[in-house]
């Protein structure tokens, strides 16, 4: 499976997981500490959310170039 590559405020990010936000919902209130758990599962550093679903995220780092 190919991942994906998201860009957010103008940061680089892999998408790793999408998984969709009812999934997260106990007595239609919004677990956050399910989502915390998914993300330190899938060894991810940040989640993003769209309408539908919790991406699951890793930092692309800002490579830094020398002259030479």
């Given amino acids: 499976m190919l991942k994906q590559l998201y860009y957010h405020n103008d940061k680089a990010y892999l998408i790793n997981r999408r998984i969709s936000v009812h999934n997260?919902?106990?007595?239609?209130?919004?677990?956050?500490?399910?989502?915390?758990?998914?993300?330190?599962?899938l060894g991810c550093d940040h989640v993003l959310r769209d309408q539908t679903h919790f991406m699951f995220c890793e930092t692309i780092k800002d490579t830094k170039f020398e002259e030479l």
């Avoid at 677990?31 to 599962?41: I, K, P, S």
């Fill in 24 to 41: 997260f919902e106990k007595k239609g209130q919004l677990n956050l500490d399910f989502v915390q758990a998914w993300r330190d599962y």
